[in-house]
């Protein structure tokens, strides 16, 4: 980028999670296509962030672009008050037909952080139309992350989840630690025993278990037992709390399972989803609930649900998921994400025997390197471009969630970058 570019970006736009004081400076992204950026100066970088895990299908995909110029002629956008349209009713569909039966109920928003908090304001007007007051507040797992909007924070770990700084301006929640158990193991008694307590304490004053299925994202890129799952879902039934599952980052093959949920079997009876809905072309999201909590809600006080975004259900977006959606229902999905799984193995679990690392662990298209000390994010924004790779570390963790539709020669060359980077950077 020209220097008066770069020197107003600099100062005067806000990058997510950056300092305006001290600022890391961006790269110039000119085009993208496939799995590769493009940057100003002709450096290519095969992108090993799938744009933050949305951009499944790559970038520039032809039957999504189709989709999206096909929309665009007939309407961009309409409000939804009132209103409908195909794009909005097809995709609806779809989400029903794919997501566990009991979902029947869709309510379409902007981003992941606000599907959240329209997941907790289910929940508690739930309990509102049903008379029962007290359940006021969330029971959520330590090492959680879900959003940046003010409700999805309060249910993000309180000193992990990058807003402590907040605690004291948040709605006070219940922190249970996360499962010691991990993927592939069976859960004791012993690993339930923290959940089981404060439900059976608090559970006149909880509305609902929030959790990220089986991958825990941005608060630490970890990998929990199924079987922790199924079980949390029966303590929410004995004690009559709901259910909210957080499939943002986890939905749409990405763990190995269409949703993380199918892992275990269950259906929760709240689910948000978002990120790769639109194959990374446009911010779109759903909540999900089922009969039970939708009739509950809406044969209450006020006879409606109370919330209403602008851009729900945009006609482009919609037209866009749809042609995202079926393109991945309609593959061979499950093949693929057991090659990027595999390769994923053989080239980063060895690097548990590193001196730097303190664990390397996959699990479907996801891998991930932990290191001992926090990597400098100033060294590895000036590396990347050298290694051909872009990356987004964050505190100690080193990962990568690709496209699916990347080759294993690009994949080597990520996975050899996320070495390159425990190595250098950290």
Not at 84 to 101: F, G, N
């Amino acid at each position: 980028m020209n220097r008066s570019a770069q020197a107003f970006d600099l100062h005067h736009i806000w990058h997510p999670y950056s300092s305006l004081s001290k600022p890391v400076p961006p790269l110039h992204v000119r085009s993208a296509k496939g799995v590769r950026l493009t940057l100003e100066d002709d450096t290519e970088l095969i992108d090993g962030m799938a744009s933050w895990w949305s951009a499944i299908h790559g970038y520039n995909h032809p039957v999504l672009n189709e989709a999206a110029k096909g929309q665009i002629d007939q309407m961009s956008h309409v409000m939804f008050g009132g209103l409908t349209h195909t794009p909005a009713i097809d995709l609806c569909r779809q989400l029903v037909a794919l997501t566990p039966a009991p979902l029947t109920k869709v309510f379409l928003s902007d981003s992941g952080s606000v599907a959240v908090d329209v997941a907790m304001k289910m929940a508690l007007q739930y309990w509102y139309s049903q008379g029962v007051k007290s359940k006021t507040q969330f029971v959520c797992l330590r090492g959680g992350y879900h959003g940046d909007t003010l409700g999805s924070m309060s249910v993000c770990d309180p000193d992990t989840g990058m807003h402590h700084l907040f605690n004291g301006m948040l709605a006070s929640q219940h922190f249970v630690e996360k499962p010691a158990c991990q993927f592939g193991e069976e859960a004791s008694d012993d690993d339930m025993a923290d959940l089981q307590r404060v439900l059976s304490i608090n559970h006149n004053s909880i509305a609902a278990l929030i959790l990220e299925p089986i991958v825990q994202g941005a608060g630490g890129m970890y990998f929990y037992s199924a079987d922790y799952l199924s079980r949390a879902r029966k303590l929410c039934d004995e004690y009559n709390v709901l259910l909210i599952v957080d499939e943002i980052a986890t939905g749409f093959a990405r763990s190995g399972e269409f949703f993380a949920c199918h892992h275990a079997a269950i259906c929760p009876d709240i689910m948000c989803i978002g990120k790769a809905m639109t194959g990374g072309y446009l911010s779109l999201a759903a909540t999900l609930t089922t009969d039970k909590v939708a009739s509950g809600i809406c044969e209450g006080e006020a006879g409606v649900f109370m919330h209403g975004p602008t851009f729900m259900a945009n006609p482009l977006a919609c037209s866009i998921a749809n042609a995202s959606i079926s393109l991945l229902a309609q593959s061979d999905w499950r093949s693929n994400i057991e090659r990027l799984s595999s390769r994923l193995q053989s080239n980063l679990l060895p690097a548990n025997d590193h001196t730097k690392v303190a664990n390397a662990r996959v699990l479907g298209a996801i891998g991930v390197v932990e290191t001992k000390n926090p990597v400098d994010m100033h060294k590895v924004q000036k590396l990347l471009p050298d290694l051909g790779v872009w990356l987004r570390p964050f505190g100690k963790l080193i990962y990568t969630m690709p496209p699916y539709i990347i080759t294993d020669t690009d994949l080597d060359t990520v996975c050899d970058a996320i070495k390159t980077v425990a190595e250098e950077c950290s």
